[in-house]
């Protein structure tokens, strides 16, 4: 799926928290929107900032994880949720709340990276058709004059000296748009973080090579540039040209 999904992190231990967020910042196309100290709180977060997922830890005082669980399925829009905790002899009772998974203490990121996936195929099947492509045409410069550029048309983009350039099927342009309120805009257009400079469009990609250091280059359809693809970035873009 396209769009960026927004997680709730819920555990009463503060390391944990700080931990997780710590995981989940591997994957460009997961932001942590809010965390929560409580059963409590994290109902009441989720009322207010309707999350995508909330990875919830099951034994916390006062509001178990599981009783937390149940009230968040009954509210109108429910998230998915994964349970996170370091007791095993839950797991088939949370699977009674249709969890997407079951995450141990210590995390193990391929287990992390497989979560993941499932809650995008779960997102993914769920999506209203009123969620499709609506960011509309992007107003750009070019020598004066203003042009609207169809996002399809795009083939990545890049921030420099507080101008964004837009590379596209037709030429080059230029923006005053931030990086990061365009790879908002966009969600649902396939665009794809892959540097904090570069944002390139998955259907154009033609070939990744290793470069060192971990990192990789990047080529594209229509474009002779070759992109760097920032190792923080690497797995989760692999990941997701391979779906």
């Given at each position: 799926?396209?769009q ?31 965390e929560?100290?409580s ?28 009783e ?19 007791y ?42 009123d ?113």
């Amino acid at each position: 799926m396209d769009q960026l999904i927004r997680a709730l992190v819920v555990d009463d231990e503060p390391y944990n928290r700080k931990e997780l967020k710590h995981l989940l910042g591997n994957f460009p196309h997961l932001q942590v929107i809010e965390e929560a100290e409580s059963g409590e709180t994290a109902i009441m977060k989720t009322i207010q900032h309707q999350p995508d997922v909330v990875f919830l830890d099951v034994e916390m005082p006062k509001m178990s994880g599981m009783e937390t669980a149940k009230a968040i399925k009954e509210l109108k829009k429910a998230p998915l949720v994964v349970f996170a905790t370091a007791y095993p002899q839950f797991a088939a009772e949370a699977f009674r709340y249709n969890a997407v998974d079951y995450l141990l203490k210590p995390y193990d990121e391929e287990q992390l990276q497989e979560t993941i996936e499932r809650i995008e195929k779960k997102l993914g099947a769920t999506i209203d058709a009123d969620t499709g492509k609506h960011a509309g045409k992007l107003a750009v410069e070019a020598d004066g004059d203003i042009f609207y550029v169809e996002p399809e048309d795009i083939l990545y983009m890049s921030r420099s000296d507080k101008r964004t350039k837009l590379v596209t099927k037709s030429g080059e342009f230029e923006t005053k748009i931030a990086l990061k309120d365009l790879e908002t805009r966009l969600l649902t257009y396939g665009f794809f973080r892959i540097h904090k400079s570069f944002l390139v469009n998955l259907e154009y990609v033609t070939r990744l090579t290793p470069w060192f250091n971990g990192a990789y280059h990047l080529q594209l359809e229509g474009s002779d540039d070759t992109l760097s693809v920032s190792r923080n970035y690497v797995k989760a873009l692999r990941s997701r040209l391979e779906i």
